[in-house]
């Protein structure tokens, strides 16, 4: 059951936010098409997820700090899968179709253009940007043409963010107001 948000800055959006989801008020949910926020996500204040054409389906486990843009453009659904930590001020701004695997790492500042894909256990380097490209799986962008392959990054990722998830989940609720869950248990 989805619900319907909406405040005086933002366009009414279906909001799909799991009980065990942490999405604090002053994050901004918009868009005229569904947002779905899967089991153990935690959304810092200050974010944007805007399904400006088409839903954004975010998976389990996901850290989505401040300042953070996700955007979709296309009426395809964008999905992000789950144990990713999308750093302060990156952006993934998509078109549908196009996916964030499972445990990557999108420092802050790093943007992840319209027609790029990140597989799984991916790291996108501080202030880098992929445009019109995938990436395979456990690749590092450090900068322009400076790739590495880092083996065991993925499982490495999982278990940093599953961490980090148990201490916001303490933390963000004791100085920031959280949107409700609106999905029943089941």
């Not at 989801?21 to 153990?40: F, M, P, T, Y």
């Amino acid at each position: 059951m989805a619900a319907k948000l909406a405040t005086s800055t933002q366009s009414l959006v279906q909001c799909e936010v799991h009980k065990d989801a942490v999405v604090c008020q002053d994050a901004k949910v918009q868009g005229s098409h569904g947002i779905k926020v899967g089991e153990g996500t935690v959304v810092h204040p200050a974010s944007i997820i805007h399904a400006e054409a088409g839903p954004i389906v975010i998976g389990c486990f996901n850290i989505i700090e401040e300042q953070v843009e996700i955007v979709n453009s296309s009426e395809v659904p964008l999905v992000i899968g789950d144990h990713n930590m999308l750093e302060v001020g990156s952006k993934v701004l998509g078109e549908g179709g196009r996916r964030v695997g499972d445990a990557n790492v999108l420092e802050c500042r790093s943007v992840l253009k319209p027609g790029s894909s990140v597989s799984n256990g991916c790291t996108l380097g501080a202030c880098t940007w992929l445009e019109g490209e995938t990436l395979s799986d456990e690749t590092v962008v450090v900068g322009p043409g400076l790739r590495h392959v880092e083996s065991g990054a993925k499982e490495t990722h999982v278990q940093a963010v599953t961490k980090f998830i148990e201490v916001l989940k303490e933390t963000l609720p004791r100085s920031h107001h959280l949107r409700k869950s609106n999905v029943k248990s089941t």
